[in-house]
C-alpha cells in the first residue's frame, strides 16, 4: 500500500522549474504524507525523532477536544436563548449540526486564505512550506465569534498572515502571535462584531429592536429532510422569539456592571466552568482546555513555565485588586477569575507559542507573570476591554525580547564578572 | 540553609490536607474570611513548625549526648538528599560529586561485550593532516613513497609551525600519499609490519630537566598533536603555558568505549603520563572521575597522584571534557589557555618516558547494530576502517563512522580512522520515506519528546538510521537545547549571535568554552534540524580569526 502509495505520489509530481507554485504545493501534501527520506550530511549522523510538523500537529491534536465542544456549544447557546432544547444533552443533532454549519465556513476560510499565502510565499521564496500555520489556522476559528463574516476573517486572517509573518520572514521570525494578531484586526477595524453583547450567540438577530432567531436557509433544510426521515426532531422555519430576559451579555461584562453577584444571576459557577456559556467559539470550556494544556506539557510540546507563572500572575493580581476592592468587579474574589473569560485558553495556547514567547527559562517566568498580572489589569480596570488576555499576550510578544535582552546580559556579566576573577586570581 | 528549607517544604506539605478542611469550612462563606482562614492556617503552619523544629532539635542532642553515632539521622525531618536525590555509590566516600541534571542518554543497539578480542587484523594505517584544526592543509613532508618508517618516526611537519611534526603510528612501508582537493594531502598510508619496529628515544630525566627541553623532546617525538587546546580545539602552540590541563576519564556519548577497560593493565604509563603533563602547565591536571555508574572507576583514576579529582553524575555530555571544565574552572577568554588530552593520548605519552618508545596503539570499540559483533579490538592510530569492520556488516547499506554518532566522521571501507578516534560506529543508512512519520508513535526512533512512547519506556534501545526525521526549518522551539546541556550557556541565543556574526555577543555568551561534541546532543535535539555543530565551528573561526 505504502509503495504504490509512493509510486501515485511520484508520478504526479509537478516539474518544479515550468511550475514552482504546483511544485510546491506537491511538496506540502507529499512531505504531509510521508516524512522525507533526507539523511544527515556532517554533523550528527542521527536526529531526533522529532521536527517542527509532529510539534505542531501534536497540538492541534491537543485543541481537538476545545473544537468538538466549541462546535456543539454554538448549537447549545443557540437553542438556549431560544428557550429549546435548555438541557446540554437534548437535541444532540440538532445543536451538533448547528455547530457544523457555523464552524466549518470559518475553519475553511481560514486555512484557504492562510494557506494560500503561504503557498504563495513558499513557492516565490523557493523553499518547503513551512508548519507555522497549522497551529494559527486551528486556533483562529476557536477564538472567534461564531457569526464573524466570512469576509472579515478573511481579512483578518489575511492580514496577520501577510503583515504579521511573511514580511517578517515567514515561520520562527514573527514578532507578534498570528491568531491573536488576527484577532486583533477583527478588534480594532471591526468592533462591532466581536465585542459587545450581541455577537457570542449564534444566530440571533435584532429585528426593530427585539431579539429573533434566525432564519433557517436551505442547508438547515435538507438536515430536516433527513432528520424527519429518521423520525427526530427538526429545525423548522426559524424566528423564534428569544427567552425572557435574554441579553447575551458574557460573564465579564456582568461582572463589569455588578461585580460576582450580577454574574451568578445569570450563570451558575458550575455553567462557567464547563463552558456552557456564549463566548468566543473555543475558550469556554475549563476542563476540556487544561486538559489539553496537561497533554501539551507532558508531551513538553508548551511550556509549563509559562503556564504556571501566567496562574500565579493573575492570581496575584486579582489578589491585589481585592484588596482594593472599589467597584464591583474589583471585588470579585480573585478565584472567580479564573472561571470567567478566556483565561486558560490564552495560557494554554496563546502565551506558549515559543515564537513570540521569551526564549529564556528566566524570561518565561517573567513573561508569563506579566501577561498575567497586566491581563488582569484590562479585564477589571478597562471599561473598553472586556477580556485581557490578547492584548495582554500581544503587549507581552513585543517585550519579550527585551526580557530575553536581560536575562542573557545578567549571563554575560556574569561570565565577564568570572573571567575579572580568574585573571585576579593569576 | 538547604536541609532548613527542605524541613519548611515539608512541614507545609504536611500541612497541606488542613488547608482543604479550612477550605471546606469555608465554602459558603464570601472571600474576605477566606482570606482570614488563610492566615490562620498560616499561623497554625509555623506553629507546628517551630513545635516539630524544637522537638528535633532535643532529639538530636540527647542523641548526642548518649553518643549514638550518626546523631543526625535521628532528625524528625527526612533529609533533602534522601528524599530526592539518587543514592550515591559507596566507592564514593562522601566525595564532592557534581550532579549535571541536563543531558539525554542515547540507548542504541550494538553495544559492545567489556572484553578486548585481541589485535584487529589491520594492514594498512593513516595519519590525516585533514584531522586538525589550524594546520595547513599541505605539509612539509619527510617521506616519500616507498620508504620504509619505524613507529615514532617524523612523517611530515607543519607549514606555519614547523615545530609541529607527527609521528609514524606503526613500522612499515609508505604505500602512498593520497591527495584531496586543492593537491591537499588526505592520507600517508603506511602497510604496517608483521611486528612493529619502534624508534628508540633517549631516555629522559623528568625529575631534573626544565620545562623548554621537556617541550622539545616531546616535539621531536610527535607527541604535540596528541594535546589539545581550548578555546578553538587546537593543537597549542609550543610557548603557550596552559593555566590547567582537563583529562576525562569516561567517555558517556552513544556506544563509546569504556575506558576503564583502555586503563586496565596500563597504570604505570598512564600515571606516568599524567606526571609529565603535569611538569607542562603552571596549574593543576584535573581529572574527571565518573560517578553514575555502579562500580568504581579503574584505579589507575581514583589512585593517580599529583592531579585533582572531580566527580561527575549524569548523562551525556557530563563524561565530555568541555562541560567538566566548565565545572571545574571555566575558560575565561580567547587568552585564558586550557588543554585537553585524552586517556589513550595520555597512555602514549607515558610510554614515551617508560619504554622510549612512541606506541600509538589503541583499543577500538566497534560498535553499532550493523554489525555482526560489536567488540573491543586492539589496533593502532588511524587504522583503516575495511579492515577493521571486514566480515563483521550486516547488510551493506550502512553508514561507517569514525567517531561516536554525534560528532563523528561519516567514512567508507577504504578510509582510515580518524587521529583522536577510538570508537567505530556503523548504523544503517535511512533514506527511505516514512508514511505520517510526522504522526505516527514510531517505536524505533530515538528521541527527548515524550511524543514517542520509548521516551516512557526507560531502557528501550534503538537500532537507529540516519533520516533526519523531517526537514531543515528555521528556529522555533526554544528551551530544549538548554534541556540537553549542562552548562551556564543560552546555546539558542549564542548559535544566533553566530549566525549574525555578533562578535561581542558571540563572546559574552560563552563560544570560548564549548567545542562541537559538546553541542552535539543540541543538534541530535533540534526540532529545525539546524546544523548546529557546523554553526558553532564558523562561530569558533570567526573568533580565532579575530584573535
Not at chain 2, 612523517?155 to 615545530?163: Q, S, V
Not at chain 2, 597504570?267 to 593543576?284: H, M, N, W, Y
Not at chain 2, 578516534?421 to 517505536?443: C, H, K, M, N, R
Request: proline letters at 5%; a neutral charge.
Amino acid at each position: 500500500m505504502k509503495q504504490s502509495l509512493l509510486k501515485f505520489f511520484h508520478k504526479i509530481e509537478p516539474d518544479k522549474k515550468k511550475s514552482p507554485f504546483l511544485h510546491t504545493l506537491y511538496d506540502g501534501f507529499f512531505t504531509f504524507a510521508f516524512a522525507p527520506n533526507i539523511t544527515t550530511k556532517g554533523g550528527v549522523h542521527i536526529r531526533d525523532g522529532m521536527d517542527l510538523k509532529r510539534q505542531m500537529v501534536h497540538v492541534v491534536l491537543a485543541l481537538q477536544l476545545c473544537y468538538l465542544f466549541g462546535t456543539y456549544n454554538i448549537g447549545h447557546q443557540h437553542f438556549v436563548a431560544l428557550g429549546e432544547y435548555t438541557g446540554f444533552l437534548q437535541g444532540v443533532h440538532l445543536k451538533l449540526i448547528y455547530g457544523l454549519i457555523k464552524i466549518l465556513p470559518i475553519f475553511v476560510v481560514t486555512h484557504v486564505v492562510g494557506l494560500g499565502i503561504e503557498f504563495y510565499y513558499a513557492a516565490k521564496k523557493g523553499h518547503g512550506i513551512e508548519e507555522g500555520f497549522l497551529v494559527s489556522g486551528a486556533l483562529i476559528p476557536l477564538i472567534m465569534p461564531p457569526d464573524l463574516p466570512l469576509w472579515i476573517l478573511a481579512l483578518s486572517v489575511a492580514f496577520a498572515v501577510w503583515i504579521g509573518k511573511e514580511a517578517f520572514g515567514g515561520t520562527g521570525m514573527n514578532v507578534l502571535n498570528i491568531a491573536l494578531l488576527a484577532r486583533v484586526f477583527v478588534f480594532f477595524a471591526y468592533p462591532t462584531y466581536i465585542s459587545g453583547d450581541d455577537v457570542w450567540i449564534a444566530g440571533i438577530d435584532k429585528v426593530d429592536g427585539a431579539y429573533v432567531g434566525q432564519e433557517y436557509g436551505w442547508i438547515y433544510g435538507v438536515f430536516d429532510w433527513i432528520f424527519s426521515g429518521l423520525g427526530l426532531d427538526t429545525f423548522g422555519a426559524g424566528r423564534m422569539a428569544v427567552v425572557d430576559g435574554y441579553s447575551g451579555a458574557t460573564p465579564l461584562s456582568l461582572a463589569f456592571q455588578g461585580g460576582w453577584e450580577k454574574v451568578t444571576e445569570t450563570y451558575s459557577a458550575g455553567q462557567m466552568l464547563w463552558g456552557t456559556i456564549p463566548g468566543s467559539v473555543g475558550e469556554t470550556s475549563k476542563p476540556l482546555i487544561v486538559l489539553g494544556a496537561l497533554f501539551l506539557i507532558f508531551t513538553k510540546i508548551a511550556d509549563w513555565r509559562i503556564m504556571v507563572s501566567m496562574v500565579l500572575g493573575a492570581a496575584f493580581m486579582g489578589i491585589l485588586l481585592n484588596l482594593w476592592d472599589v467597584t464591583p468587579f474589583m471585588a470579585v474574589p480573585w478565584y472567580y477569575h479564573f472561571y470567567m473569560g478566556s483565561f486558560f485558553f490564552a495560557m494554554a495556547y496563546m502565551a506558549t507559542d515559543p515564537v513570540t514567547a521569551a526564549g529564556t527559562p528566566t524570561g518565561k517566568w517573567i513573561y508569563g507573570f506579566l501577561i498575567g498580572v497586566i491581563g488582569i489589569i484590562i479585564r477589571v480596570l478597562n471599561k473598553a476591554y472586556p477580556e485581557g488576555w490578547m492584548l495582554a499576550i500581544l503587549f507581552m510578544n513585543v517585550f519579550a525580547p527585551l526580557i530575553d535582552y536581560y536575562v542573557v546580559q545578567a549571563n554575560i556579566n556574569r561570565r565577564a564578572k568570572r573571567a575579572q576573577a580568574l585573571k585576579a586570581g593569576v | 540553609m538547604k536541609n532548613t528549607a527542605s524541613k519548611a517544604i515539608f512541614t507545609l506539605l504536611c500541612c497541606l490536607p488542613m488547608n482543604f478542611i479550612l477550605a471546606q469550612t469555608e465554602a459558603g462563606n464570601t472571600g474576605s474570611s477566606y482570606f482570614t482562614y488563610t492566615l490562620i492556617a498560616l499561623a497554625v503552619i509555623i506553629f507546628l513548625f517551630i513545635v516539630i523544629q524544637v522537638a528535633d532539635n532535643l532529639i538530636s542532642i540527647e542523641a548526642r549526648q548518649l553518643g549514638v553515632a550518626g546523631g543526625n539521622s535521628f532528625s524528625l525531618f527526612p533529609k533533602w538528599s534522601e528524599i530526592f536525590s539518587s543514592r550515591k555509590p559507596a566507592y564514593l566516600n562522601g566525595e564532592k560529586v557534581t550532579v549535571l541534571k541536563q543531558g539525554h542518554d542515547i540507548l542504541l543497539e550494538g553495544g559492545a561485550e567489556k572484553h578486548i578480542k585481541g589485535i584487529a587484523q589491520v594492514a594498512t594505517f593513516a595519519i590525516q593532516p585533514a584531522n586538525f584544526i589550524g594546520v595547513s592543509p599541505i605539509p612539509k613532508l619527510e617521506v616519500e613513497v616507498g620508504q620504509e618508517v619505524k613507529a615514532g618516526d617524523i612523517l611530515y611537519a607543519d607549514k606555519k609551525r614547523p615545530y609541529l611534526k607527527w609521528a609514524a603510528p606503526v613500522s612499515g612501508e609508505i604505500v602512498a600519499i593520497n591527495r584531496g582537493e586543492k593537491r591537499a594531502i588526505a592520507e600517508i598510508v603506511i602497510m604496517a609490519d608483521k611486528t612493529i619496529q619502534y624508534r628508540q628515544f633517549p631516555r629522559f630525566a623528568l625529575e631534573t630537566a626544565d620545562r623548554a627541553e621537556l617541550v622539545a623532546y616531546l616535539m621531536d617525538a610527535g607527541i604535540w598533536p596528541l594535546i589539545r587546546q581550548r578555546p578553538f580545539h587546537l593543537i597549542p602552540d609550543e610557548d603557550t603555558i596552559p593555566r590547567d590541563i582537563f583529562i576525562s576519564t569516561f567517555d558517556t556519548a552513544p556506544l563509546a568505549p569504556d575506558l576503564n577497560l583502555v586503563v586496565d593493565g596500563q597504570e604505570v604509563a598512564f600515571q606516568k603520563g599524567l606526571d609529565v603533563l603535569a611538569k607542562l602547565t603552571s596549574g593543576q591536571v584535573h581529572l574527571g572521575l565518573d560517578a553514575s555508574s555502579e562500580n568504581a572507576p579503574h584505579a589507575a583514576f581514583t589512585q593517580a597522584r599529583g592531579v585533582a579529582k572531580h566527580w561527575f553524575s549524569g548523562k551525556h555530555p557530563a563524561g565530555n571534557v568541555g562541560i567538566q571544565i566548565h565545572h571545574i574552572r571555566p575558560i575565561g577568554g580567547a587568552d585564558d589557555v586550557v588543554w585537553t588530552v585524552g586517556v589513550q593520548e595520555v597512555i602514549t605519552i607515558g610510554k614515551l618516558f617508560t619504554e622510549q618508545k612512541y606506541d600509538a596503539s589503541r583499543v577500538v570499540v566497534l560498535s553499532g547494530a550493523e554489525l555482526e559483533q560489536p567488540q573491543y579490538v586492539q589496533t593502532w592510530q588511524g587504522a583503516n576502517l575495511g579492515d577493521l569492520v571486514k566480515g563483521n556488516l550486516k547488510t551493506e547499506k550502512v553508514r561507517i563512522i569514525s567517531g561516536d554518532v554525534l560528532s563523528g566522521v561519516k567514512k567508507d571501507t577504504s578510509s582510515f580512522l580518524n587521529f583522536f578516534d577510538d570508537q567505530v560506529s556503523v548504523i544503517l543508512e535511512g533514506d527511505y520515506f516514512a508514511l505520517f512519520g510526522w504522526l505516527l508513535p514510531t517505536l524505533n526512533v530515538p528521541s527527548v519528546s515524550p511524543t514517542f512512547p520509548s521516551a516512557l519506556l526507560k531502557d528501550t534501545t534503538f537500532r537507529a538510521d540516519t533520516n533526519t526525521h523531517g526537514e531543515k526549518r528555521a528556529f522555533v522551539v526554544t528551551g530544549n537545547y538548554e534541556e540537553v546541556l549542562p552548562m551556564d550557556i543560552y546555546p539558542q541565543m549564542l548559535f544566533k549571535s553566530i549566525l549574525t556574526g555578533d562578535f561581542e555577543r558571540m563572546e559574552g555568551l560563552g563560544i570560548y568554552e564549548l567545542a562541537e561534541e559538546d553541542v552535539a546532543l543540541c543538534e541530535f535535539v533540534c526540532v529545525s534540524k539546524q546544523p548546529i555543530q557546523e554553526i558553532l565551528r564558523k562561530g569558533l573561526e570567526t573568533m580565532r580569526a579575530q584573535a
